[in-house]
């Protein structure tokens, strides 16, 4: 027997409306989900590649923690899947949700799609590069662009300055 849960999920799903990975020939850098796993994490494999969320204000998920929600210092965010530079500090800042959080991605260096996965419609962000999803975007955020990009600490590394 079918759950209302799962009879609205199916029915999103084959409208078109769930959140449907996008295709790996749309990224540059493309591996198996054997590769990905070689190199990742467990807890970042479970974010980027299957669109896992750390628990907020531990951002720690599988027995790993990120030390990104409390990073003060001046540099660059990475993905943690392909190395690209996806946010600075100094867009950084503190929203209280428990996620490092961001007005802005570095100019190209993220892309988008709707993500109805909740019974909403919320934005996703991924690694423009190699689709790695780092978390999603919404209308809260502070000036200048009224954005929060709320972001999973595993998804990313940090290279000072």
């Known amino acids: 027997m079918l759950s209302r849960r799962s009879l609205l999920t199916t029915s999103l799903a084959a409208a078109g409306f769930g959140a449907l990975p996008a295709r790996a020939e749309d990224f540059e850098i493309t591996l198996t989900s054997a590769e990905w796993k070689a190199k990742l994490t467990p807890a970042q494999y479970a974010v980027l590649r299957e669109e896992a969320t ?3 204000f531990s951002n720690s998920l599988k027995g790993e ?7 003060a210092r001046e540099g660059t965010y990475l993905c943690a899947g392909c190395d690209l530079p ?3 500090s ?6 209280g949700t428990g996620w490092p959080s961001f007005y802005a991605a570095i100019d190209g260096a993220v892309g988008t799609k ?9 934005t996703e962000v991924h690694c423009r590069r190699c689709g790695g999803h780092l978390g999603h975007i ?4 502070p000036e200048p662009t ?3 990009h709320c972001i999973n600490g595993l998804a990313m590394t940090f290279a000072p300055t």
């Not at 923690?65 to 990073?71: A, C, D, Q, R, V």
């Not at 100094?90 to 929203?95: H, I, V």
């Not at 919404?138 to 955020?141: R, S, V």
Request: aromatic content about 14%; proline content about 3%; overall charge neutral.
């Open 114 to 122: 709707d993500d109805f996965s909740l019974f909403g419609r919320r």
């Open 138 to 141: 919404f209308d809260d955020g």
């Open 54 to 56: 750390e628990r907020a």
């Open 65 to 71: 923690t990120s030390p990104l929600l409390k990073e």
């Open 90 to 95: 100094a867009t950084k800042y503190d929203s």
């Open 86 to 88: 996806v946010y600075a």
């Open 146 to 148: 009224g954005k929060r």
